[in-house]
């Protein structure tokens, strides 16, 4: 296998890549799964004919990918870690503040994607394997507000949006989705630690919101396709209006916090 370098030459791997690449692919393609421990590294060395520097190496490359950890001195080998969504996003949260990718940004994303998700599944009238945990969680909403437990219920806000867009069954876009909630969530906690709301002023505004989500619903079960979409459309724009308002839009999106 060749690889090119960044200035366009062409690179042989060294070996301890490539048994870095094999066993990453055994752990993409679950042969190796989560928990799972690797043969200790003596029998690695013989298996691979190796030496223990380089499988030594090959373990580093695979722990710096968060695909392995390794206890020093211990007998059971490395143990097997499958790619983390939680992770994934949180680099690419980095990636985007290093590109001073801005909040108005990250909401125009999220007016984007939303919009087509609801679309979907009012156009399926809601029969989805996802739209059932969709209303499980609605429900528990709706729970913590009938017992007055509105921080756990702002906590579980930005749930029933990734529950809302796993629903469609798209991989991909339940990803992108859940990277731009994580850095939605950090910038909407650090709004209210500066803009402080009264009790009432919360509340009205919480119920305001559970009150949008149950008629989301109802749109999409009714497949009333065009007013869910509207409904959903204008709903995240009036929050747009308030997490991504004048002074508010222009700030770099934060990774590192929350």
Do not use: C
């Not at 999220?110 to 809601?126: C, D, F, M, Q, Y």
């Amino acid at each position: 296998m060749q690889r090119e370098s960044d200035n366009g030459r062409i690179r042989v791997p060294k070996t301890s890549e490539l048994v870095a690449d094999q066993i990453r692919e055994q752990i993409i393609r679950g042969e190796l799964n989560e928990g799972d421990s690797l043969p200790p590294e003596g029998t690695l060395m013989v298996t691979l004919g190796i030496s223990r520097p380089t499988l030594r190496e090959a373990f580093r490359i695979l722990e710096a990918e968060s695909l392995i950890s390794v206890v020093r001195g211990s007998r059971s080998g490395a143990r097997v870690h499958r790619p983390s969504t939680e992770l994934v996003s949180r680099y690419a949260g980095y990636l985007l503040e290093s590109q001073a990718t801005t909040i108005a940004d990250l909401y125009a994303a999220r007016l984007a994607i939303e919009p087509t998700v609801v679309r979907w599944l009012a156009t399926a009238n809601g029969d989805t394997e996802g739209m059932a945990k969709v209303k499980s969680v609605l429900k528990e909403l709706g729970d913590m507000l009938t017992d007055n437990h509105y921080d756990e219920f702002i906590d579980n806000i930005a749930y029933f949006h990734q529950v809302l867009v796993e629903a469609t069954g798209n991989k991909t876009l339940s990803f992108m989705n859940r990277m731009l909630l994580n850095l939605a969530r950090t910038h909407q906690n650090d709004y209210q630690r500066r803009h402080p709301r009264s009790t009432e002023e919360r509340q009205k505004s919480i119920r305001a919101g559970f009150k949008s989500y149950a008629k989301l619903i109802h749109l999409i079960e009714n497949g009333d396709v065009e007013e869910a979409v509207e409904h959903w459309r204008l709903h995240l724009r009036n929050a747009n209006e308030t997490w991504a308002a004048r002074g508010e839009g222009e700030r770099i999106v934060d990774s590192l916090s929350g």
